[in-house]
């Protein structure tokens, strides 16, 4: 299975299309994290509205609760959520450090305890791949070890050397034939190490590569260097996943380096903290600035919310904690990224790209 | 102005029209609750697409917040929330005396703190009057006193006479024709008050009359002994408004007796709280009965919940604590409050309101 077209490049920004199970995606793209089986305060009907191709759901979220057995039952995610265009999945490796009281990694998998209950499990490569099959993920992610930031180089060769063994062992147990699998590209902030990582992913052969553990606590400069180096080695005629990252100039930065794919809980997470992405640059809703404002959150946007509300009223929902403020603030940010994403696809066929990374720059440095 | 048209009765239960300034509102109706300018967890096109005609606002709440500065800035209510329906408000007595630190009445009126930030307000029936006519409410509330249940008789008095007082000063202080404005009957469970509060705000005169000071912890039989009392005395030809009254059983019984309109917090805050109203009776979404239940909430709602999710997810949703998960629990209990009180009209027109009432009675009552 070959899911990717390379439509047209524009410098290094590459538009791309992908094919999945579920229905085509547009690249470059940004998808909605979904963690727990919902884009935190929306309905896919919202999603829909701000044209969501792919959301991103969180294997090791979803593992805990509702757990296999109900996702079994409902015969996937798509069916359980009602979502019914393509979601990509991450292995669960991520949260386990982040979130779960990781007991110790071992060759053969992370054993783990919930952040929930404490109740122990082991996760494999082996059944992060069973898991995210069952889930039945349009694109599902290998099984790797998440170093710290910073980090040591023999520690970040040896994860990585023992992320590229998991690597070989999701390739192996990988049975459905329709669902892509992405390998990810570790190494931490060792060029050498992501090189060696990026090659030894393309010799076991991925529907597409990821970047992983980036967006730790580095500098941008850090992240953009990394960035070129796996995309000077990641084959040209496959999507390439930059995972987790990040504001809108990271997302742009991104592209300009040839990433086609992203994925961050910031647009949600800020929505629901009271900060803003619009043309305008950032807003912080709260200001006072805003109490007797009638003007939108964005006059550039088409979101419901800003076709409807004023700031102050925006203002005022938030202040009084309602939750439908909450839901607007989320939806306008989601619109947002995906406004533009879609310029950045407008630009690159239009070969402008350079100009509006210029305009973000400009924009975003402020 | 006299809004109202009784188009039809079936025993004691009127089918009618209200024409106020912001449309056309059929009762009898339910209207929901939007406290501090939004209906909690939902956007004017949601209450919209479940065939909200009116919705109540909290003037204790919009004095508060936004502040009557802010309301003044986007002349009215409507035009701050964007909802360009009916809207009902309450006078603020209600919340003063469940929320604020009630410092002293007095026959000028209600001396309160806020309960907020403890600052001090003095609500007399005059600024009731001015604040809601600067929100713009289609329907307005006098200021009247609530007394605690139980309550002796000689406070029963003295504070239903003190009402009747406000009830003539209010009436006095309204300007704006185009505004109704609703006298509110009380006189705690003593029907002879009852009677005589409402011929005093009968002989002054208003576009319709709520019966006030019930539900709040009387029995049934006593909520309805005294609803008939007041429905009995109040005129034929206006309508009658049961104050935040109550479960859909309240509901069906109150039009037995000859109310028009109600509101209530309930669907909002058991949506919220897990518990959902349904064709086949209470549901509560936390049982584990419904953790495999591919099944709609509600097999006779049309509502966006019960038209796309089953049980087994919105029970997941509400248990991870999704927000998406609230809007939804919510959604759906406003939209059976408003079918039900279609229902209930179309039974009056077919006069066959009787059977209704006892299949509600045999619903609700197991």
């Known amino acids: 299975m070959k899911p990717f077209n ?11 299309r992908l094919t999945l199970k579920h ?11 979904g963690t727990v089986g919902s ?6 009907s919202d999603l829909k509205d701000v044209n969501a191709q792919i959301i991103l759901g969180n294997t ?13 039952h409902f015969e996937g995610l798509h069916n359980f959520i009602k979502w019914d265009r393509p979601i990509l999945t991450d292995s669960g490796g991520f949260q386990i450090f982040s979130l779960g009281k990781l007991n110790k990694i071992v060759e053969d998998g992370a054993h783990f305890a919930s952040h929930l209950d404490g109740s122990k499990f082991v996760l494999t490569p082996e059944l992060a791949v069973k898991i995210q099959e069952t889930i039945g993920s349009d694109i599902h992610m ?31 147990a990988k049975v459905k034939p329709d669902l892509c699998q992405f390998g990810i590209v570790q190494g931490s902030m060792y060029p050498h190490l992501r090189r060696e990582s990026a090659k030894a992913l393309m010799e076991i052969g991925f529907e597409g590569y990821a970047i992983g553990g980036l967006s730790v606590g580095e500098t941008k400069s850090h992240m953009h260097e990394i960035t070129d180096v796996c995309c000077d080695v990641l084959p040209r005629d496959q999507p390439r996943y930059l995972m987790g990252v990040g504001t809108p100039l990271d ?5 300009s380096r040839g990433v086609d794919m992203f994925d961050c ?43 409807t509300f004023s700031r102050g009223y925006l ?7 309602e939750i439908t403020g909450l839901r607007l603030l989320s939806l306008h940010n989601i619109a947002y990224y995906l406004k533009l994403t879609e310029d950045i696809r407008d630009a690159i066929e239009a070969g402008t790209f350079a100009d509006l990374l210029a305009y973000h720059r400009g924009l975003w440095d402020k």
Chains 1, 2 share one sequence.
């Not at 390379?6 to 791309?16: E, I, N, S």
């Not at 229905?23 to 994290?33: C, K, R």
């Open 251 to 255: 997302i742009i930065e991104g592209v």
């Open 60 to 72: 090791y979220h979803l593992f805990l609760r509702p757990g296999m057995e109900v996702i079994e």
């Open 265 to 307: 809980v910031m647009p949600t997470r800020n929505g629901r903290n009271g900060t803003l992405f619009t043309s305008l640059g950032r807003v912080n809703i709260k200001n006072l600035a805003h109490r007797l404002d009638d003007s939108p959150l964005d006059p550039a946007c088409a979101c419901y919310t800003c076709k």
């Open 142 to 172: 290998v099984l790797d070890e998440c170093t710290a930031f910073p980090c040591e180089e023999d520690v970040a060769r040896k994860s990585m050397e023992r992320s590229m063994r998991w690597a070989k062992r999701c390739r192996d």
């Open 39 to 44: 884009v935190k305060t929306l309905t896919p």
């Open 315 to 321: 203002r005022h929902l938030f202040l009084t904690g």
């Open 23 to 33: 229905g085509v995606v547009e690249t470059p793209i940004f998808m909605p994290v």
């Open 6 to 16: 390379l439509l047209k490049t524009d410098g290094k920004a590459r538009r791309g």
